[in-house]
């Protein structure tokens, strides 16, 4: 059974209270769904070279937003919209780079009174520290994937124009909680927009990476992002499927999702 925990300055489950925001103009409802510590086969042997070699990862439990963040909620943190996709607030935000999520991250961390993740002097995230982050590549497919080990995050495991927003549909993103869940509850884990990580990107990584809660390489030069967008191919939609850019990048396909330590 999935665990929703539901953040807003009216109803709060974090033990804490939101400073320096009105009831007049509440921090939209962000979902969080709890998922169980476990263990799963991260990447794929018979795809691209750095999907290889399947392997096994262990992680703690997190929380993870059911949701990309929407534009609504991002604008209630940062107080701007900066989507270049703009015709609904329910949209997942986009055009924002990785920095702008870290930031994103930090604020909403301290309107909880939880503690920041990121030292913004050098962008290094303390894993240590309650508040909000972006998900490491590993958690962010052993999400998708769900306990099934489906390819595609999506509620039976496949891709279709039915089940996921990729470049077969509307030619734009939607709504976020437009196409069925996932096994774990979570919508829009293949399609809609691209989702930031918090790891560096490495193509080998996979050769030599811990097998208990792997956090990427200690450096690089991009940052790795997952599940496809409404621009993408089926096949970039796969829950293994790898790809980065570097961290001040920007584009109207590319969003996030936040995670906690529970």
């Known amino acids: 059974m999935r665990t929703l925990l539901i953040l807003s300055s009216f109803f709060v489950l974090l033990n804490g209270t939101i400073t320096n925001w009105s009831e007049s103009q509440p921090i939209s409802n962000i ?84 503690q920041p993740c990121y030292n913004l002097k050098n962008w290094q995230c303390d894993y240590t520290k309650n508040g909000f982050r972006l998900p490491t590549e590993a958690e962010w497919e052993y999400a998708a994937r769900g306990v099934m080990q489906y390819e595609y995050g999506t509620h039976d495991g496949g891709i279709s124009a039915f089940s996921a927003n990729y470049n077969r549909n509307e030619g734009y993103s939607t709504a976020v909680g437009s196409y069925p ?16 990580c918090n790891d560096w990107y490495g193509y080998r990584y996979y ?47 590319l969003g996030f999702r936040v995670v906690r330590s529970p």
Not at 181 to 189: A, S
Not at 218 to 224: V, Y
């Open 31 to 114: 979902d969080l769904v709890f998922i169980p510590s476990g263990s799963f086969e991260m990447g794929s042997n018979k795809r691209y070279g750095d999907e290889r070699p399947s392997h096994k990862v262990t992680l703690n439990d997190f929380l993870i937003s059911a949701t990309e963040i929407t534009q609504a909620q991002y604008a209630k943190v940062i107080d701007l919209n900066p989507s270049l996709e703009t015709e609904d607030e329910s949209w997942p935000v986009d055009g924002v780079s990785w920095y702008d999520a870290v930031i994103f991250c930090n604020r909403l961390s301290k309107a909880f009174e939880l």
């Open 181 to 196: 869940v996932n096994i774990y509850g979570l919508y829009d884990m293949a399609g809609n927009v691209w989702e930031w």
């Open 207 to 253: 050769n030599n990476s811990p097998e208990n809660n792997p956090r990427g390489p200690l450096s690089g030069n991009t940052r790795s992002v997952r599940g496809g967008s409404w621009l993408s191919k089926w096949y970039e939609c796969r829950a293994s499927f790898r790809q980065n850019y570097p961290p001040d990048f920007k584009s109207s396909d």
